[in-house]
T-cell receptor, first 113, second 115 residues
Framework: DAKTTQPNSMESNEEEPVHLPCNHSTISGTDYIHWYRQLPSQGPEYVIHGLTSNVNNRMASLAIAEDRKSSTLILHRATLRDAAVYYC??????????????FGKGTKLSVIP | DAGVTQSPTHLIKTRGQQVTLRCSPK?????VSWYQQALGQGPQFIFQ???????QRGNFPDRFSGHQFPNYSSELNVNALLLGDSALYLCASSLLRGRTSTEAFFGQGTRLTVV
């Protein structure tokens, strides 16, 4: 499994953009980069995933470095509801390696009103 | 859609006892995975069930076993409970499309305390 490195914690002011970095220098060429987040007292929830191109959805944007060794999850306007632990997870597209999600410790994001 | 539902939400057991946790997947999903999350850590994969069979297993002892029923719901059983089994147990469901799975949907978990 590819190892990931994320900051232990980050802070953001409400309504400002947040950039959450992830280093995954040992990622395989066929691994997608998935992001999940876990709000307090809840199970993780899917945020976004991508392979090479930058991706956008209603929750966030994902910027992937050209060499794929790092990526950044972008929350365009942080709200109090975005306070959570964010996990970056490389995951194969298919096959046995795709069956499980391998979580690290993630980044705890605090949002200041 | 109720999403993934787990029961019970909280449970206290004594060392040496056995416990069964239950999970109903999101409507339309056919694959169920179980994760253990210790305090301050990320979830750790226990195993995954598909078509009523264990398809993959993480690094957990045989005391951890499971079952998937024809309606895709699942149970996690833990025998001979240890204090170290105290954790949040999470169930996740997904849909297998060809050789890949859709994103996982997680339940809110069962908080197990072993005393």
């Amino acid at each position: 499994d590819a190892k990931t490195t994320q900051p232990n914690s980050m802070e953001s002011n409400e309504e400002e953009p947040v950039h959450l970095p992830c280093n995954h220098s040992t990622i395989s060429g066929t691994d997608y980069i998935h992001w999940y987040r876990q709000l307090p007292s809840q199970g993780p929830e899917y945020v976004i995933h991508g392979l090479t191109s930058n991706v956008n959805n209603r929750m966030a944007s994902l910027a992937i470095a050209e060499d794929r060794k790092s990526s950044t999850l972008i929350l365009h306007r942080a709200t109090l509801r975005d306070a959570a632990v964010y996990y970056c997870i490389p995951r194969p597209y298919s096959g046995a390696g795709s069956y499980q999600l391998t979580f690290g410790k993630g980044t705890k994001l605090s949002v200041i009103p | 859609d109720a999403g993934v539902t787990q029961s019970p939400t909280h449970l206290i057991k004594t060392r040496g006892q056995q416990v069964t946790l239950r999970c109903s997947p999101k409507s339309g999903h056919d694959t169920v995975s179980w994760y253990q999350q210790a305090l301050g850590q990320g979830p750790q994969f226990i195993f995954q069930y598909y078509e009523e069979e264990e398809r993959q297993r993480g690094n957990f002892p045989d005391r951890f076993s499971g079952h998937q029923f024809p309606n895709y719901s699942s149970e996690l059983n833990v025998n001979a409970l240890l204090l170290g089994d105290s954790a949040l147990y999470l169930c996740a469901s997904s849909l297998l499309r060809g050789r890949t799975s859709t994103e996982a949907f997680f339940g809110q978990g069962t908080r197990l305390t072993v005393v």
